[in-house]
C-alpha cells in the first residue's frame, strides 16, 4: 500500500477536491487544462501547510499524490438527479 510502503513516517493530511460537473468534462477532454488547475490548488495547500507550520517555501517542502477519481450514479437510484456515489478503483 502506498500509505505503507512509500511514505515516511510523517502525519498524512487527505484533501478532496470536488469539481462542478462542467470543469469534470472540460478536465476530461483536456488534460492540460486539468493538470494546471491541480497545480494551482497544490501550490495553495502547500503554502497553506507551511505556513501554518511557521516555515517558509525556503526552508519547508511540501509534497502530493494525486488520484483521480470518478463518480457514477447511487444503485440504487435514490430518485435526486445531482446524486452520485464516488467509488476508488
Do not use: N
Request: glycine share 6%.
Amino acid at each position: 500500500m502506498l500509505v505503507d510502503e512509500v511514505f515516511p513516517e510523517q502525519p498524512v493530511r487527505q484533501w478532496v477536491l470536488s469539481v462542478p460537473y462542467p470543469l469534470r468534462f472540460l478536465f476530461a477532454s483536456r488534460a492540460e487544462v486539468m493538470g494546471g488547475a491541480l497545480g494551482i490548488v497544490y501550490r495553495c495547500i502547500a503554502t497553506h501547510l507551511i505556513k501554518k507550520a511557521e516555515f517558509s517555501r525556503r526552508t519547508a517542502q511540501a509534497g502530493a499524490v494525486t488520484l483521480i477519481d470518478g463518480a457514477r450514479p447511487c444503485a440504487p437510484p435514490c430518485g435526486r438527479t445531482a446524486c452520485v456515489q464516488i467509488h476508488s478503483r
